[in-house]
């Protein structure tokens, strides 16, 4: 009698927690589906760099690629089966397909409706003109440890050379020039200098690339990263705080030559093989170039009068900043309805207003889109709907209406975030060799 009790009780509790477990996952597919549908708001979007494809012939819906994933929100399990919910959030990682049970998994560049545009490099980093490397996430590759690799890998072929041996500058020109600073770029720069190469890095920003921009205190996967001349990093998770932590206690303990605040707009060849590098102050010139440009492409600008102020943004890093002003979002995509929804949510603006040329937002994620229109009918957020940037002045800004009729309103601050130009688009005006892939691995 009481071992029928006992066996009663626990065929209870197993249909418990089967339930249970049963309505977690129902919640879990849940919220995947509200996220892919919330995404499909901006209409067909792509990762830029490598991304799982899953073929649903294949996939179980075991639901080990979404507990795999580092990054929370980018694959789920809908209806029974894996799904790629998310593919802005998403780094490339591959700890997706890794944990694939049964193998549903591949890395691939771009979809069959979307296209990434991606350099062509060798074994060697080296592009189609001799001397120019592509190193990092510009390659299509994402992930710090890998361009850390990658750009101490370009430099070894610089250094051992081709069958003339390596290609060296002479007394007017640098042996190599590392144009960007992310990991990649500062991987390349140590190479040099443990070499003993005259080699100088140049960035537009500042010393540590994308990093620099994460959320604070994002959790960073690295993996361990062998960094030339500083030696071993083998912690595998680091915050953001860690990591540029570790960019400055590199840049106090080696000094690598680096110019931040200059653009490279173009590479000119001379006619004695090497390479005018040219920026928006002037023209270097090296023996070989490294691209380390990352994959997130210049941003877009005004070109109207008054941008070049300081006051004028191209990203928002910290809302606290802009305390007691009166902030100007321009754009209406997914990055400018965040930055103008997180100014609110900071409470500490004076006023935050919006201009998007189109009357509506049309790109943006429809979670974004339900909150900023909310914003909007509270008075939360000024909107100017079919407005474009006429003229930025010291204390103010002139809109035009698509009426024609222009109007001056108040500003301290702009963040200008209307789309950028891809680096695919700077590396085919170098004349580098590009390829387009196609949900191709
Ligand atoms: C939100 C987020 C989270 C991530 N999390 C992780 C993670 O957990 N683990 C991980 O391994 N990876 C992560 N990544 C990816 C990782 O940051 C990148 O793969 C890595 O930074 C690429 O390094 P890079 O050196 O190739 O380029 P970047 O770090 O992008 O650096 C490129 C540099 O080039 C400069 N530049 C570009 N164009 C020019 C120009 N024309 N002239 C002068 N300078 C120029 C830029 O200013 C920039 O400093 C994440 C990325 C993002 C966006
Ligand atoms: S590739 Fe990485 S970031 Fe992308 S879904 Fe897989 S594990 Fe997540």
Aim: glycine share 14%; net charge positive.
């Amino acid at each position: 009698m009481t071992s029928s009790l006992t066996l009663g009780g626990l065929i209870l509790l197993a249909l418990v927690l089967y339930w249970w477990w049963g309505r977690s996952d129902e919640k879990k597919e849940h919220i995947a589906a509200k996220i892919a549908e919330d995404i499909k708001a901006m209409g067909d979007v792509v990762a830029t760099s490598l991304s799982p494809r899953i073929d649903p012939s294949i996939c179980i819906g075991s639901g080990a690629c979404v507990s795999a994933c580092p990054e929370k929100g980018v694959i789920g399990v809908v209806r029974g089966q894996a799904q790629l919910i998310n593919p802005l959030g998403c780094i490339g990682h591959g700890a997706c397909a890794e944990a694939c049970p049964v193998k549903a998994i591949q890395l691939v560049y771009g979809t069959k409706t979307r296209g990434v545009e991606l350099p062509v490099i060798d074994e060697n980093f080296q592009t189609n003109c001799p001397g120019v490397y592509i190193a990092g996430e510009l390659g299509g590759m994402g992930l710090i440890r890998n361009a850390v690799m990658q750009g101490r890998q370009a430099l070894e072929h610089i250094i051992a050379g081709g069958p003339d041996g390596p290609r060296r500058g002479y007394s007017d020109a640098f042996d190599v020039i590392v144009v960007g600073a992310g990991p990649a770029g500062i991987s390349a720069t140590l190479r040099a200098m443990q070499e003993g190469l005259r080699a100088l890095l140049i960035d537009r920003e500042g010393f540590g690339g994308t990093i620099l921009h994460y959320p604070r205190a994002k959790v960073v996967m690295t993996g361990v990263l062998d960094l030339p001349l500083y030696g071993k990093v083998s912690s595998r998770r680091l915050s953001k705080e860690q990591l540029v932590a570790l960019w400055d206690e590199i840049r106090a303990k080696h000094n690598p030559p680096f110019i931040s605040g200059e653009l490279v707009t173009s590479l000119e060849p001379r006619a004695d093989g090497m390479w005018g590098v040219v920026t928006d102050r002037g023209v270097r010139h090296a023996a070989n170039v490294i691209l380390a440009l990352g994959g997130r492409g210049s941003p877009q600008k005004l070109g109207v009068p008054g941008e070049a102020q300081s006051k004028v943004a191209y990203r928002l890093l910290e809302p606290k900043e802009f305390e007691g002003r009166h902030v100007l979002v321009v754009g209406g995509g997914n990055s400018a309805v965040e930055s103008a929804l997180s100014l609110v949510d900071e409470g500490a603006c004076a006023s935050v207003a919006i201009s998007y040329r189109r009357s509506e937002f049309a790109r943006c994620r429809a979670e974004n889109r339900r909150r900023i229109d909310g914003m909007i009918a509270n008075r939360a957020v000024r909107a100017y709907l079919g407005t474009e940037v006429l003229d930025i002045g010291e204390r103010d800004v002139t809109l035009r209406g698509s009426d024609g009729l222009t109007g001056k309103i108040v500003n301290d601050s702009l963040i200008v975030q209307i789309g950028g130009t891809p680096p695919a688009k700077l590396l085919g005006s170098l004349g580098i060799a590009l390829t387009t892939k196609y949900g191709e691995r």
